[in-house]
């Protein structure tokens, strides 16, 4: 399996525009977080999936930001419009979620997003 | 949500001696999972060691063990035999449905 693959890699875009991320997670895998890390504050959750369905996102800082699974292994994380404060690089993990609990999370390589 | 806290923001190490990394972190959950990710300066997020609740046992993977006192709410990391290579942040985690992370250590292994 090739992991988790997150593209872009790296995204410049100018305050205003719209800028989706995109996750694929491991094959098998029912469980997706998505991840803002920035040097002021840390590691943020920000929206978690179990089997497609959004469980908690309360993370999610501003109406601004949305995230999708439109399918079992695929998921999107937009941001509309986009402002210079979101800055920062964007994980995605996946993980298998059963009754008993997750597996450990395994990480994409992340989007390093600037808004100019 | 649960918090996990990292008291030490920067530590380092000899290469070939031992450090030691804390965590504690706060729940009222009986049975969870915690672990330690390491984040070189490549960015990746690279998984180190497991730790299930309800394992009395410390969890090893040969050079990197923990020390999990589940009634203290601690999970420490002990790197022994320290290696250049080692020289990253590193992040315990506390996973029961979702997981969450403390502020990290930057630990720096000098030659």
């Known amino acids: 399996d090739a992991g988790v693959i997150q593209s872009p890699r790296h995204e410049v875009t100018e305050m205003g525009q719209e800028v989706t991320l995109r996750c694929k997670l491991i094959?098998?895998?029912?469980?997706l977080f998505w991840y803002r890390q920035t040097m002021m504050r840390g590691l943020e959750l920000l929206i978690y999936f179990n089997n497609n369905v959004p469980i908690d996102d309360s993370g999610m800082p501003e109406d601004r930001f949305s995230a999708k699974m439109p399918n079992a292994s695929f998921s999107t994380l937009k941001i509309q419009p986009s402002e210079p404060r979101d800055s920062a690089v964007y994980f995605c993990?996946?993980?298998?979620?059963?009754?008993?609990?997750?597996?450990?999370?395994?990480f994409g390589q992340g989007t390093r997003l600037t808004v100019v | 949500a649960q918090t996990v806290t990292q008291s030490q923001p920067e530590m380092s190490v000899q290469e070939a001696e031992t450090v030691t990394l804390s965590c504690t972190y706060d729940t009222s959950e009986n049975n969870y999972y915690l672990f330690w990710y390491k984040q070189p300066p490549s960015r990746q997020m690279i998984l180190v060691i497991r730790?299930?609740?309800?394992?009395?046992q410390n969890a090893t993977e040969n050079r990197f063990s923990v020390n999990f006192q589940k009634a203290a709410k601690s999970f420490s990391l002990k790197i022994s035999d320290s290696q250049l290579g080692d020289t990253a942040m590193y992040f315990c985690?506390?996973?029961?449905?979702?997981?969450?992370f403390g502020a990290g250590t930057r630990l720096t292994v000098k030659p």
């Open positions: 993990a996946s993980s298998l979620w059963r009754q008993q609990g997750n597996t450990e999370a395994f």
């Open positions: 985690a506390f996973m029961k449905g979702d997981m969450r």
């Open positions: 094959s098998g895998h029912n469980s």
């Open positions: 730790q299930e609740a309800y394992k009395q």
